[in-house]
Every structure is written in structure tokens, then in C-alpha cells.
């Protein structure tokens, strides 16, 4: 009966590889004893925004098979590392990045690494707005002083699952920190290289907003497998942006996609929708992956300066909603790209169509 079972399994889908989850190598185990088919699907990445279907469509499956009365489905997941990892341990480097400062590229960066966590991934996440640091605060860990281990390396602080390291618990608080392009340059890559950042499927680099050193320095010295691009939808925030994204090119950096925040604002006492910024003007940006509409809500706003991401927070709010689907789309984007790459290296094996 375990052969029927595969077989009702190789005619389920993977439905963003586009081939069979047993072809995939996704199956981990398949039992059946007395009728309960027991299935366990080892997923791409634990952020999969398609388990839900997946697992309809394994169960739906599977109950054809003659003589199966239940099926129970678990899932694992292994997230595919990029083709020449960033860093030793560190799977995927994603840069959040924007043309315009404000629009909320760190409220999403904090909110993604939060979600990619609560879905079970290993997350990091680096402060690199080292002009304009807000990510300790809005992780709740402000005061929190960074230490080294017996190596020498910078230990991340721990926050609501994540990992995260920022320039703002490097100096006493409310001062500023100066630097200039070497040192900059120097410490950015310490950050990123001398920091003891264990084993991480995905490390979330928030940049500073525009176009300078720093995102020069991450993409000339770090092999980062995409960026994503936070925008407001008013031109005005879409003309930089437009820039970020052209710099990126420049830079081989593939976008992974974009984020549209402050999208629009429902009225808590009318309910009625206003699209201040104009909804949807992101897609003037041209032909890129749109990751989510957040809207504009006083709680973003509200559990950020209580140092609690939305996603953690209030994760029922939409924009709580909105910001888990950027993270599991992006997390799904990611696995397409990994995938693609072990696929077309193994040329005897599968392609993808
Ligand atoms: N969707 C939203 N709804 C309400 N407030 C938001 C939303 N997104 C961000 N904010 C608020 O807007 C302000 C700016 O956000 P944030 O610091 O994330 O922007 P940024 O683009 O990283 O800014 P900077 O360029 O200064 O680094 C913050 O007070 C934040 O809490």
C-alpha cells in the first residue's frame, strides 16, 4: 500500500516548483498502518506561504487510495541555501532597502524577521541604518549592550526569536555615532563577518534609506541573495525608489520583490478606505514581485515604540496580515530561486518549468 501512497503522491504538485513533491525529495516519510496514512512533507522553507494547499491536496490524494480511512500530514522544512552563502552557517542575506528615509523600511524589516521566526525559521537581523539606527528600539532592546564571546566575536542580542545586532547598542544612548566612509566601510563588514551569528537561514539587513556607502560597501563585499524594496505608493517616494532599485541592478543584486506601505488607511470609525498616498502605485516601479500592501495603522506605529513587532503584537490586525504575507512570499520567492539553482546543477535531474 506504501507504493500506491508515493504514487498518489508523485501527482501532487509543489504548486511554485511546478513538479511532484516526491520528484522534489519533499516527502520525508509516508506510513500506513491500518488504514491512517501518517505523510510528512519536508517543506522549502517553514515561512511556505502554499502549506495550506499543499496539505489539502496531500490529504485529497492520499484518501483515494484504496483502503486509507485518515491521513495525518506533518511538515518539516529545510530551507535550500543560496548557491555561495554569504557567510559560513548563513543560508540567505536579504537587504531591505528604500530610495526615501520614512517610509517604514524598518518597521518591515523588524516585522519580517519577527514573522519569519514565529514560522520557525533561524533569523537574523542587522541594523546597518547606521545614520539613523531604529531597529534595538522597535525589538524592545534599546538599552541592551552588545558583548563578545570567547572568540572575540560580537554576539547578537535575542529579541522575540531573532538575532538582531545595531550600531545603536554599540553607543551610549542618544549620541550619535560619526563615521566616515572607511570606518564605515570597516565596521559594516565587521558586522556582518565578525559577529557570531550561528547557523541562520536567513539574515534581514535593514540598510539606510537612498543609495550610499553602506549599500555600496553590503553589495560589493557580501553575497547577498536579493533585496527587497520598501516604498510608499506616492511618486514622489517612487522616484527614489526607482533609484534603489536601478543601484541594485548596477550592483547584480537581484530584487526579490516590493513593499508597499503606508498602502492605504481604513477609518477605525467609519471603516471607510482612504488611499492617502495613492494604493497601488507601486506597480509603476515596472515588473516586480509585489510582496504586500500594509496599511497605514496607528498600532504599527504604536507597538513599534513599545518595542513589539505588529506581526508579534496585534497578529490579527491587517496590517499585521499584510506584513506575515511579504515575509511568506518573500521566504517562497527565495525557495523558487534556491530551487532553481540545485535543479539547473544537476543537469541529468530535473528541470524547472
Ligand atoms: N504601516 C504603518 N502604519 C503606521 N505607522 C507606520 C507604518 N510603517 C511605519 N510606520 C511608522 O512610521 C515611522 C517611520 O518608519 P520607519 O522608521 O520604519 O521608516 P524608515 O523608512 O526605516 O525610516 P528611516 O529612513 O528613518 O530609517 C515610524 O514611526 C513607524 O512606526
Known amino acids: 500500500m506504501r507504493d500506491a501512497v508515493m504514487s498518489a503522491l508523485s501527482?501532487?504538485?509543489?504548486?511554485?516548483?511546478?513538479?511532484?513533491?516526491?520528484?522534489?525529495?519533499?516527502?520525508?516519510?509516508?506510513?500506513?498502518?491500518?488504514?491512517?496514512?501518517?505523510?510528512?512533507?519536508?517543506?522549502?522553507?517553514?515561512?511556505?506561504?502554499?502549506?495550506?494547499?499543499?496539505?489539502?491536496?496531500?490529504?485529497?490524494?492520499?484518501?483515494?487510495?484504496?483502503?486509507?480511512e485518515a491521513v495525518s500530514v506533518?511538515?518539516?522544512?529545510?530551507?535550500?541555501?543560496?548557491?555561495?552563502?554569504?557567510?559560513?552557517?548563513?543560508?540567505?542575506?536579504?537587504?531591505?532597502?528604500?530610495?526615501?528615509?520614512?517610509?517604514?523600511?524598518?518597521s518591515v524589516a523588524v516585522n519580517l524577521a519577527a514573522s519569519l521566526a514565529a514560522d520557525g525559521a533561524r533569523v537574523g537581523l542587522l541594523d546597518a541604518d547606521v545614520y539613523g539606527p531604529s531597529v534595538a528600539h522597535m525589538m524592545g532592546q534599546g538599552a541592551a549592550k552588545v558583548t563578545a564571546n570567547a572568540e572575540r566575536k560580537m554576539l547578537p542580542i535575542e529579541a522575540h526569536g531573532v538575532r538582531f545586532l545595531s550600531m545603536a547598542n554599540l553607543s551610549p544612548a542618544g549620541q550619535a555615532l560619526v563615521w566616515r566612509g572607511p570606518m564605515?566601510?570597516?565596521?559594516?563588514?565587521?558586522?556582518?563577518?565578525?559577529?557570531?551569528?550561528g547557523q541562520l537561514d536567513y539574515l534581514v539587513v535593514d540598510l539606510p534609506p537612498g543609495t550610499g556607502d553602506v549599500q555600496l560597501s553590503l553589495t560589493q563585499n557580501v553575497q547577498v541573495t536579493g533585496a527587497v524594496?520598501?516604498?510608499?505608493?506616492?511618486?514622489?517616494?517612487?522616484?527614489?525608489?526607482?533609484?534603489?532599485?536601478?543601484?541594485?541592478?548596477?550592483?547584480?543584486?537581484?530584487v526579490l520583490g516590493v513593499v508597499e506601505n503606508m498602502s492605504y488607511f481604513v477609518a477605525p470609525d467609519t471603516g471607510h478606505t482612504y488611499d492617502i498616498f495613492g494604493r497601488g502605485g507601486s506597480r509603476k516601479l515596472g515588473d516586480y514581485p509585489l510582496l504586500g500592501e500594509v496599511p497605514l495603522e496607528t498600532g504599527v506605529r504604536e507597538d513599534a515604540d513599545q518595542g513589539r513587532p505588529a506581526v508579534l503584537a496585534h497578529p490579527d490586525s491587517a496590517a499585521a496580515v499584510a506584513l506575515r504575507g511579504v515575509a511568506r512570499t518573500l521566504a517562497g520567492q527565495i525557495s523558487v530561486r534556491a530551487m532553481h539553482q540545485d535543479l539547473a546543477s544537476l543537469p541529468d535531474q530535473l528541470t524547472v518549468v
Do not use: Y
Not at 78 to 97: D, E, F, N, W, Y
Not at 190 to 196: L, P, T
Open 11 to 68: 501527482t501532487v504538485n509543489d504548486p511554485e516548483l511546478h513538479r511532484d513533491l516526491v520528484s522534489l525529495g519533499m516527502i520525508e516519510r509516508a506510513e500506513v498502518e491500518g488504514g491512517h496514512a501518517r505523510i510528512k512533507v519536508n517543506l522549502t522553507t517553514p515561512a511556505c506561504p502554499l502549506k495550506g494547499q499543499i496539505e489539502r491536496e496531500v490529504r485529497e490524494a492520499v484518501l483515494n487510495v484504496p483502503g486509507v
Open 74 to 106: 506533518e511538515f518539516g522544512a529545510t530551507v535550500r541555501p543560496a548557491a555561495q552563502p554569504a557567510l559560513p552557517g548563513v543560508k540567505h542575506v536579504v537587504l531591505v532597502g528604500s530610495g526615501k528615509g520614512g517610509v517604514g523600511k524598518s
Open 184 to 197: 564605515l566601510h570597516s565596521a559594516i563588514g565587521q558586522f556582518v563577518k565578525d559577529a557570531a551569528w
Open 229 to 254: 524594496i520598501v516604498t510608499t505608493p506616492q511618486d514622489v517616494a517612487l522616484i527614489d525608489a526607482a533609484r534603489a532599485i536601478d543601484m541594485f541592478r548596477k550592483a547584480s543584486v537581484p
